[in-house]
């Protein structure tokens, strides 16, 4: 009954701790590189929203670059609301 080996417990401990650190170390760098790629892909879908947009426009009369002025507003918030929903759908 004594022939316990403590050297080979020992061994398996050490091994079964190395490969815990192992893949919980594994676990945390693929989350890192998903959240890095999430990241590029939103900044990248953002840049395109952006240069999208029309090319420079000539200066218009006041009444009329007032109402021009309100529609580009209205044209961001449909972008930003466009990348918020396309960045929930991704989530």
């Keep these: 009954m004594n022939d316990i080996d403590y050297q080979q417990i020992i061994k ?8 815990g650190f192992l893949g919980q170390f594994g676990k945390s760098f693929a989350t890192y590189l998903i959240e890095r790629a ?12 952006e240069g999208a947009g029309s090319p420079p426009r000539e200066p218009l009369p006041k009444a009329m670059s007032e109402t021009t002025e309100t529609e580009g507003k209205a044209e961001k918030k449909a ?13």
Excluded: G, Q, Y
């Design 12 to 19: 398996w401990v050490i091994i079964v701790i190395a490969a």
């Design 38 to 49: 999430r990241k590029k892909k939103a900044h990248a879908a953002s840049e395109e929203l």
């Design 79 to 91: 972008r930003k609301a466009l990348v918020k929903l396309r960045k929930k759908e991704k989530d």
